[in-house]
């Protein structure tokens, strides 16, 4: 069992149902399962994409610097964090959203300390802004995060159960891989389920990632306990 995880979630998943923009009922589904978590008295740091609004490299260009890009894709991010944080409220889930940008009249801002004073009051922190930097991924963001606030492990959360040798969505014959080592993880070309950056970083600071499942009902608090049944350990 994990006494810490960063769960990773990205902008789509959090779209649910909708094309773009946030989906409620996916967050109060997703604060039901960190309810489960928090049972088993594992802590939630929580690192939220912005895709679901926009992606920085994909609008940069035609007069839009890549520096403005990532920024615009930051604030995505913090969008929702934001709903996220009021959405885990009203359901009982006792959570803070904090921001590695400038957005006081919005969030308390990213402090190492006190990130940690909210997760030993038993609250699910949420951190909107990615790194806060230009050209870092929210993937490499996440486990900067997870290695500051000292957790056990980075879950990124997906639309499959773990990594395959090819898309399990258009091949039948797709092969998962119950665990694998980072070398082969960033080497291989093949597997782009992560930022190449993010795996690097994870396997120069001995940072385990697991790529599992978002869905079903159960699924994380799996992994948080330490079944290895769910999803792929990289480490």
């Known amino acids: 069992m994990y006494k810490r995880i960063l769960l990773k979630i990205s902008g ?33 740091v929580i690192m939220v994409g912005g895709g679901n609004y926009v992606r920085g490299a994909q609008i940069a260009g035609h007069g839009i610097k890549r520096v403005t890009g990532d920024q ?20 009982g889930v006792r959570t803070r959203h904090l921001s590695t940008i400038f957005a ?37 963001a996440a486990v900067i995060l997870a290695l500051e606030l000292n957790c056990d492990v980075v879950v990124k959360t997906t639309k499959v159960d773990g990594i395959f040798d090819k898309d399990p969505e258009k091949y039948d014959d797709a092969v998962k891989y119950d665990s694998l080592d980072f070398q082969k993880a960033v080497e291989d070309p093949r597997i782009k389920i992560m930022d190449k950056a993010a795996m690097g970083l994870a396997m120069e600071q001995n940072m385990p990632i697991i790529v599992a499942k978002l869905e079903p009902s159960g699924n994380i608090a799996k992994v948080a306990a330490g079944d290895e049944t769910v999803g792929t350990k990289i480490s």
Do not use: C
């Open 12 to 44: 789509e998943q959090l779209g649910g149902k909708h094309d773009s923009g946030f989906d409620p009922e996916l967050g109060k589904w997703l604060a039901e399962e960190v309810k489960k978590v928090h049972k088993n008295n594992t802590e939630v």
């Open 72 to 91: 615009i894709g930051m604030l995505g991010t913090m969008m929702n964090a934001l709903a996220l944080t009021d959405v885990f409220e009203d359901q």
């Open 104 to 140: 006081n009249q919005v969030a308390e801002p990213f402090v190492h300390r006190l990130a940690e004073k909210h997760m030993q009051k038993g609250r699910v922190v949420i951190v909107g802004g990615g790194s806060g930097r230009p050209y870092v991924t929210t993937d490499t």
